[in-house]
């Protein structure tokens, strides 16, 4: 077995969206290469009312699917399939905008003032660019959740894991999308397929992403020294982002540590894209912006 190494550690940097919310993107800027097939994340975590009710009023997208996982409060949503509703705590929506949908999300506090929740976007292959738009949504008793031995706790969203096979079905990256916590002061492992692409993003809690299977030692002759770097901290807001191998550990600080765990298989096409629309090539994305001008934009 190979431990991933830390490639990178990055924290989320402010930015509006929508209307005006505010929220932090762990990824989405410039070269998304190394977390093909996912293109964005965002942490709309916030606890200011004013900062998020403008929400992110009707919006095209096209060629992507969208994955909202809602930590707490609840997101009013609607579309052009004529799809309404509300996810809350623990639930998610996972869109297919494949040829074009038109939709909103518009983002409600729970009592306390607090909307919590992450939106990860994932790319669609060439050939499913077109495909028909689908909606899946997920309550929170839906998502098997799974206490190992040692207080680690995993929920299961999408793909398979310790057993488990999340609610979510039919993602053409097949991905694998975990909430992971682990105990205080415990050091877990925890498989990913070699062949993927994987990230990690904290939310809670502090921990340190392992690059060795055990204590650092003198070395008595020539070794690679990337092969030996010192773990890294990573705290509330770090996004780490995995080389490759076929698990991954993480060492829990005092007070434990509370991460998404994502995985892919990367699509390796060439990608053209501008806001909510992503297309392999540029005139396939000056047809579907002119198409929405044209009112031409939904095929379903």
């Given amino acids: 077995m190979s431990i991933r190494p830390v490639r990178r550690l990055i924290k989320s940097k402010p930015t509006l969206e929508g209307a005006g ?3 932090r ?7 998304t290469k190394e977390f093909d097939p996912f293109l964005l994340l965002d ?4 606890d200011v009312p004013e900062d998020y009710l403008a929400g992110f009023p009707w919006h095209p997208h096209r060629g992507i699917e969208t994955i909202t996982y809602v930590l707490a409060g609840t997101v009013e949503h609607g579309d052009s399939m004529g799809n309404r509703g509300a996810i809350a705590a623990g639930d998610v929506q996972w869109m297919t905008a494949g040829s074009g949908i038109i939709h909103q999300e518009m983002p409600k506090g729970d009592q306390a003032g607090r909307m ?7 790319n669609l292959p060439a050939s499913l660019k077109m495909t028909a738009p689908r909606y899946q949504e997920v309550k929170a008793l839906e998502i098997p959740e799974i206490t190992d031995d040692d207080g680690t706790r995993v929920r299961v969203v999408c793909g398979k894991f310790w057993g488990k096979t999340g609610p979510v079905e039919g993602i053409a990256a097949e991905p694998i999308y975990l909430d992971v916590s682990v105990s205080p002061g415990r050091r877990k492992t925890l498989p990913v397929e070699t062949t993927r692409h994987a990230f990690a993003y904290v939310f809670a809690g502090s921990g340190k992403f392992c690059n060795a299977s055990g204590p650092l030692t003198v070395p008595t002759e020539s070794v690679k020294w990337l092969d030996t770097a010192p773990p890294v901290e990573a705290d509330n807001r770090s996004l780490i982002v995995f080389d490759r191998g076929d698990e991954v550990t993480v060492q829990a600080g005092d007070d434990g540590i509370r991460f998404l765990l994502v995985s892919g298989k990367p699509l390796k096409e060439p990608v053209a894209w501008y806001g909510p629309i992503v297309m392999n090539t540029q005139e396939q994305l ?3 912006f002119a198409e929405l001008e044209q009112g031409k934009f939904l095929k379903q």
């Fill in 43 to 46: 942490d709309f975590r916030n």
């Fill in 116 to 122: 919590h929740g992450f939106q990860l976007w994932a």
């Fill in 286 to 288: 000056r047809q579907a």
């Fill in 21 to 23: 919310v505010h929220l």
């Fill in 25 to 31: 993107r762990a990824f989405g800027f410039g070269n």
